[in-house]
Nanobody, 122 residues
Framework: QVQLVETGGGLVEAGGSLRLSCAAS????????MGWFRQTSGKEREFVAH????????RYADSVKSRFTISRDNAKNTMYRQMNSLKPEDTAVYYC???????????????WGQGTQVTVSS
């Protein structure tokens, strides 16, 4: 069992930056591929990025590529996402999730955090 808690959301102006963290409790954090997703009201949960177990492989959605960076520290059981050049369309609830697969499909993720709101003002 893995419990995930996201922190670091908030309100930021367009062009600004935020760093989100996802802290995991439970065992074997390093056994999981970790992902970030986001969701806005009335829309399906959208893949943002994922990172492999050791951190050596990452994948990003086209909409955030070159602006967002995902990383992890297995010794601290924590995943991070640095978000730069934020746009109003990045406004969403952001979730971290864990899976055994390298996948962009939300249904394939086994554990989810509670989400953190990011609001980008224009």
């Amino acid at each position: 069992q893995v419990q995930l808690v996201e922190t670091g959301g908030g309100l930021v102006e367009a062009g600004g930056s935020l760093r989100l963290s996802c802290a995991a409790s439970g065992r074997f954090f390093s056994n999981y591929v970790m992902g970030w997703f986001r969701q806005t009201s009335g829309k399906e949960r959208e893949f943002v990025a994922h990172i492999s177990r050791g951190g050596g492989s990452t994948r990003y959605a086209d909409s955030v590529k070159s602006r967002f960076t995902i990383s992890r520290d297995n010794a601290k059981n924590t995943m991070y996402r640095q978000m730069n050049s934020l746009k109003p369309e990045d406004t969403a609830v952001y979730y971290c999730a864990a899976t055994q697969l390298l996948t962009v499909r939300p249904a394939s993720y086994d554990y989810w955090g509670q989400g953190t709101q990011v609001t980008v003002s224009s």
